[in-house]
């Protein structure tokens, strides 16, 4: 299924942490905390400004992204967990 998401939004997919300690301690799922990293799958064409004009979006598929522990919505896409968030959500772009 081909999914394009509405103006500002990104469609990302989360990128797993590691299952292990640095002291060699392995977490159990139960335990572990969602991942705060992503890839994004698809973007938007962008918001728009008072005039009209469509506003560019500055991520774009493929970027490895950070954001924020609470931010977007979770949805089920063709089986795969994704999510669903505005680019102001997006705290910052891995290089």
Do not use: Y
């Not at 977490?27 to 009209?52: M, R, Y």
């Not at 924020?68 to 290089?95: F, P």
Request: hydrophobic fraction near 40%.
């Amino acid at each position: 299924m081909s999914f394009t998401p509405l103006h500002d939004r990104v469609l990302v997919r989360r990128i797993a942490g590691d299952a292990q300690t640095s002291g060699g301690l392995i977490i159990p799922d139960t335990a572990k905390e969602k991942p705060q990293e992503g890839e994004i799958v698809a973007v938007g064409a962008g918001a728009k400004d008072e005039d009209g004009e469509r506003i560019a979006m500055e991520v774009k598929a493929g970027d490895r992204i950070l954001f924020g522990k609470w931010s977007g919505t979770e949805i089920k896409l063709d089986g795969e967990d994704l999510m669903i968030m505005k680019e102001s959500d997006i705290l910052g772009v891995m290089t």
